[in-house]
């Protein structure tokens, strides 16, 4: 009976063994979410489609995409409210391809 016992404990390590090299080597592609600093003013490039109907720029758009967990916080700003929620951010938001978040 102890070369039974031994099979399962060689075969447990195995594959715990297995399944902690498959975590390591994983681990290491998956990418890692960078913290984003919401910062409207890195929104400025944005400001002529905002305010205007002029397409937004390639810059603009960058900026939306990297602002993008933000934007509620600054449509429920009193100060940023009034571009953030108008019909031209719906527009820039669908130009840019970024989802016009739902708050």
Sequence with gaps: MKKNNNNVSG????MASALLLATVVFSRELPVPE???CNPSQL???LPAFT??????TVCCNSLRQQRPCLCTY???PLYKQYYDSP???RIAVTC???FPRC
């Design 88 to 90: 031209n951010s719906r």
């Design 97 to 99: 391809g970024v989802p």
């Design 75 to 77: 449509l429920r700003n």
């Design 35 to 37: 913290a984003v600093t």
């Design 44 to 46: 400025t490039p944005c």
């Design 52 to 57: 205007w109907t002029a397409p937004p720029s």
């Design 11 to 14: 075969a447990f390590i195995f």
